[in-house]
């Protein structure tokens, strides 16, 4: 079945530094891949996709992620952290074959540090 | 207007209640889905609604009834609800269903937080 990992319950970062959340899936057939953003009380963001063509996909906020198909991997990442990134952040998947599902990984909660 | 609006955002209800969660969106989006989310978790998926017909029930029970009304509006129906139902109801649209190189991601709404005494 379909899996999505992200390493790291928790991350903290100081503000500038760089933001680096990991992201991993199984599946032999690469999916659609997404990161969302979830703010405390809110409901989620969509900050950028993978679904074809360039594997450096920029999204909101300064964030971009990059597809890498030999780790099967989707890592977010952003130059500078800023205090107003705190959130948990989601990465998902949705296969090519499934009529639509989404399927989020567990989640990462990002802190930033002053 | 690019948003999908819940209400309520905050519900307290009875086991013996009977209320209802309202979704709308108006950005011409021919899916919609709702979530459950419990607290430190991701969304889990309930029903999702391609053109307003049901396309997937995720094995939910039949105390959460879904309705689409018209291509804007999702209702979530709940009736004889258990405390282990309190959670954070999302909503959620796209474009449409699909498989495409076009795919869609979602537009979420902020959620209605449900506590069932």
């Known amino acids: 079945a379909q899996s999505v990992t992200q390493l790291g319950s928790h991350v903290s970062v100081s503000e500038g530094a760089l933001v680096l959340l990991r992201c991993n899936y199984s599946?032999?057939?690469?999916?659609?891949l997404f990161w969302y953003v979830q703010y405390p009380n809110q409901g989620l963001q969509l900050l950028l996709k993978?679904?074809?063509?360039?594997?450096l996909v920029k999204g909101i906020n300064g964030f971009e992620a990059e597809f890498k198909k030999s780790e099967t991997s989707f890592h977010l990442t952003k130059p500078s952290a800023h205090m107003s990134d705190a959130a948990e952040y989601f990465c998902?998947?949705?296969?090519?074959?499934?009529?639509?599902?989404?399927?989020f990984g567990p989640g990462t909660s990002l802190s930033v540090i002053p | 207007d690019t948003e999908v609006t819940q209400t309520p955002k905050h519900l307290v209800m009875g086991m013996t209640n009977k209320k209802s969660l309202k979704c709308e969106q108006h950005?011409?989006?021919?899916?919609m889905y709702w979530y459950k989310q419990k607290a430190k978790k991701p969304p889990e998926l309930m029903f999702v609604?391609?053109?307003?017909?049901?396309?997937i029930n995720e094995s939910v029970p039949s105390r959460f009834s879904p309705e689409c009304p018209n291509s804007s509006l999702l209702n979530l129906h709940l009736h004889a609800l258990q405390p282990e139902d309190s959670a954070l109801y999302l909503c959620?649209?796209?474009?449409?269903?699909?498989?495409?190189?076009?795919?869609?991601?979602?537009?979420f709404g902020s959620g209605t937080r449900l506590t069932v005494v």
């Open positions: 959620a649209s796209s474009q449409a269903l699909g498989t495409g190189p076009g795919n869609y991601g979602y537009t």
């Open positions: 599946s032999s057939v690469p999916p659609y």
């Open positions: 993978y679904t074809t063509g360039a594997t």
């Open positions: 998902a998947v949705k296969m090519k074959t499934s009529y639509d599902k989404v399927i």
């Open positions: 950005m011409g989006h021919r899916a």
């Open positions: 609604y391609s053109y307003e017909k049901l396309s």
